[in-house]
């Protein structure tokens, strides 16, 4: 069975402004082209087909052209929605749409949703977890008599276990999870929705029945703890801290139990985004340029010490799509210390701390780590 993995596809996206459906438009086309030239079997969608909740008509036109065609070329398609989507949107006609081979998870509402497949191997059965907070997942399970005394969740960690563990997952299978949710490690990019805290962390152990998770909601391809638990990435980069990033689909083929091969095949955008720094003379000059496609979505840092006179529209003579345009000189250097400074100062040694903890860790410090660390802050005044 072989199996192609996608995520936040953020259909009707725009970033800086700037609208991104024909790019996703394109992208798309060139996704459906992988799938027939790797002969896939179907595709997984991992959450965020859309950017809202509430997509244009446009948005909703693009993704039901995109489950169309692959209806047409004999792929499976199998969705989850994310914390971007509206559970309730993604799930309409999902009984119907199941006659074509296009499995979407219904809203949460406890009881796991499970496609099972053949293959020469045996059946394999993919599960499908859309986004779920602990509310949601209290919710569905209030007043369920079988909870065998356990009780309703208050975090992610507990939702999210409590939720596979109601799967029932027979381990003697093959068994995939499709799922969006922000696994504890996983490192993030700008166009990502943050939870203050890293509330909604969640450990990759509670997958450990799984062949292969398809993950989605992190914008960088990345596994967590083993490579068969994965992030695929955004097919188009959503922020410049992307821009050194290569988008790629992953495929996924899986053998008997226990044997998953995972590979990758890149995405080549319509236009490329990128980041460009000099001078205004050194990038308005055809040498410079000349070899590079300049309707690329570009930020522009210029080092000039003076600011350019309507610097962004002259800018957009030679870079239409210029999305950015910043400064890096002695007084923007001097303002930012200046207000890292000033932010600093309002700090607490406790507070500076934990963001240093954090920002090495990943994850916050727990109750008692903070605990320890105030104390310790105490004895040395």
Known sequence: MK????????????VNEFSMIEDQKYILRRILAIADEE???????????????VPSAEAVGVFDWFLTELADHGKKVYAVSGNHDSAERIAFGAQLMSGRGVFVSPVYQGDPVMVSVQDP????????????????VRHALEGIPDLDGKTLPESYQDAVALAVERMNVDRSKRNILIAHQFVTGAGRCDSEEVSVGGLDNVDADIFDAFDYVALGHIHSPQYMKRETVRYCGTPLKYSFSEAEQEKSVTVV????????????VPLVPLHDLRRIRGTYLE??????YQNMDTKDY??????????IPDGLQK?????????????????????????RAEEIEQKSELELFAEFYE??????MSDEQTALVAQLIEECK
């Not at 570009?298 to 600011?307: F, G, H, K, N, S």
């Not at 957009?316 to 002695?330: A, K, Q, T, V």
């Open 298 to 307: 570009v930020q522009i840092t210029l080092t000039d010490e003076e600011d």
């Open 253 to 264: 083929e899986l053998g008997g139990k226990g044997q998953v091969g995972i590979s990758t």
């Open 315 to 339: 800018l957009r003579i030679i870079y239409p799509n210029l999305m950015r345009l910043e400064y890096d000189n002695s007084r923007t250097k001097q303002n930012r210390f200046i207000e």
């Open 359 to 364: 920002l090495q860790n990943n994850q916050p």
């Open 283 to 288: 990038v308005t000059a055809r040498d410079f």
């Open 121 to 136: 191997y045996g059946e394999l059965c993919i599960y499908l977890l859309p986004f779920i907070k602990p509310a949601a």
């Open 3 to 14: 199996l192609l993995h996608i995520s936040d596809l953020h259909i009707g996206k725009r």
């Open 39 to 53: 002969q896939a079997d179907g595709v997984m969608i991992a959450g965020d087909i859309y950017d809202k909740p």
